[in-house]
């Protein structure tokens, strides 16, 4: 017997001749029948995995088109990916954006007065001349965020983190900042009247002739 016979002998044993040899074959069907998948699940939406990536932009809610300038006051918008939308002038007073992702979302002059956004994610988002006055933002996330001008009037802050915001001339009178993160916070020419920044960490911040009359635990040195 030659040595190649030799060598191949125990391969054979192993799997057994026909399961060796059908092994190509399945491999091949295998591939063809995740392309078909795949394929279908490019014409069909419906026919596509469930899970294992971010859910799709919400552009269209109860009826809703969501746009600026929009009118869909006391709308349901928890925990919907808005990432990067444009709704400068909507009104979405009273709406509940309970963790929403609103990264890089354009809601400059929007009308979220009274919402809820608890734990909402609005790193890097456009609030310029927003009104929030009566919001609720608890451990809300504005990093970054861009709010000059905003209205946040007796707006709840607590433990939200507003490290880096630029937010001149924003009003925040009787605001409760409890514990919240105002590192970095560029806040010059604001209203902090009635504020409360108990536990606040206020390190950098800039309050450049903001008006503090009331304010509690805010910074007297400025």
Known sequence: MTSRKKALLPSLAGCGLVLCMLAPAASVLSAEVESAALEKAAEDPSARPVGGGEEERAT??????????????????????????????????????????????????????????????LRTAFLQGAKLSGARLRGANLEFARATGADFTGTDLTAANLEAIRADKINLTGASLEGANLQEAKLSLSNLS?????????????????????????????
Do not use: E, Y
């Open 194 to 222: 009635g504020a409360n920044l108990d536990g606040a960490k206020i390190r950098f911040a800039i309050f450049q002739n903001a008006l503090m009359t009331g304010c509690k635990s805010c910074p007297s040195d400025w």
């Open 60 to 121: 269209s809610v109860n009826g809703c088109t969501l746009a600026p300038r929009v009118t869909c006051p006391n709308l349901d918008l928890r925990h919907r990916n808005l990432r990067g939308l444009a709704l400068a002038g909507a009104d979405l007073h009273g709406a509940n954006l309970m963790r929403a992702d609103l990264r890089n979302a354009d809601l400059r002059g929007a009308n979220l007065s009274g919402a809820i956004l608890d734990g909402a994610d």
